[in-house]
């Protein structure tokens, strides 16, 4: 860790304040524990002056208490994705099987292999990149993580039989993407961003998908914002499936739940 006067890092708290960085004490002290000399830590600052993510910088980012690795390019897990993980977590019960969908960095998947005692447990992406951080994140656990669309990569033996389904797919409308915050739109993938024209459209096949791969029972846990969440649970119902919505204040988030009849 870099030993900096308190007059560096006020200063260094000065410039990444007038960069805008909203937390820009928090991010100072993690600027200085990650650098081993100043002149990395110089770089680390230029960088973050010019908009890169943080968490890229860091090469990790915190998610339900847990330190996620997160790689350039790959989507960086939000705080507001906690909720998902909470009403996954409260719906299924012991020893489930799990799939875990447009899992990113597989934050998600770690958080559920922490929470729960899965017999069977997976994360699929399509993005090469996320994969292989996803992998790196769930090394040493009891878990797979495969590269394909959606379902498709799953082994054939889990169709309906898997109790859980979870999915943080992209649910930004196109034309929103434009209008996203610089460090997401510039920096991670578009395929983990751009969720079609309504912000459905992934949404839509996970819902399909999730009626004939949940078991009898199964549970389908997503995230969508809260002006989206009707119009997924009509398209829920619709593919076979019995929706609620779950929104929490605090985190600004909505999780829409889904349960396969009988």
């Known amino acids: 860790m870099t030993s900096a006067p308190l007059a560096d890092r006020s200063a260094l708290v000065g410039r990444l304040r007038a960069a805008g960085c909203v937390y820009a004490e928090d991010e100072a002290d993690?600027?200085?524990?990650?650098?081993?000399?100043?002149?990395a830590l110089a770089e680390l600052t230029d960088r973050r002056v010019a908009g890169e993510p943080l968490?890229?910088?860091?090469?990790?980012?915190?998610?339900?208490?847990?330190r996620i690795a997160v790689d350039a390019g790959v989507f960086v897990p939000r705080g507001r994705t906690a909720l998902l993980v909470e009403v996954a977590a409260e719906l299924t019960g012991p020893s489930p099987a799990v799939?875990?969908?447009?899992?990113?960095?597989?934050a998600t998947t770690v958080a559920l292999a922490h929470?729960?005692?899965p017999r069977w447990l997976a994360g699929a992406d399509i993005d090469p990149?996320?994969?292989?951080?996803?992998?790196?994140?769930?090394a040493g656990l009891d878990a797979e993580v495969y590269?394909?669309?959606?379902?498709?990569?799953l082994p054939r033996q889990w169709?309906?039989?898997?109790?859980?389904?979870?999915?943080?797919?992209?649910?930004?409308?196109?034309?929103?993407?434009?209008?996203?915050?610089?460090e997401a739109r510039l920096h991670e993938a578009p395929v983990a961003l751009d969720g079609g024209p309504d912000g459905l459209t992934v949404l839509r096949r996970v819902g399909v998908g999730a009626a004939?791969?949940?078991a009898p029972g199964g549970h389908l846990v997503v995230e969508a914002s809260d002006a989206q969440a009707d119009v997924l649970c009509a398209a829920l119902d619709a593919a076979g499936l019995v929706p609620s919505v779950r929104h929490d204040e605090d985190l600004d988030a909505t999780a829409v739940t889904a349960r396969r009849p009988g």
Do not use: K
């Open 30 to 39: 993690l600027l200085l524990a990650a650098a081993d000399t100043p002149a």
């Open 55 to 66: 968490e890229y910088l860091l090469g990790w980012a915190e998610f339900c208490g847990l």
């Open 99 to 106: 799939a875990d969908l447009c899992c990113g960095s597989g």
């Open 115 to 117: 929470r729960l005692a």
């Open 129 to 138: 990149a996320a994969v292989a951080c996803a992998r790196r994140n769930l």
């Open 147 to 153: 590269e394909g669309d959606l379902f498709t990569p």
């Open 159 to 182: 169709r309906g039989r898997l109790d859980l389904v979870v999915a943080n797919a992209p649910y930004v409308p196109t034309d929103a993407v434009a209008l996203m915050p610089a």
């Open 212 to 214: 004939s791969w949940l």
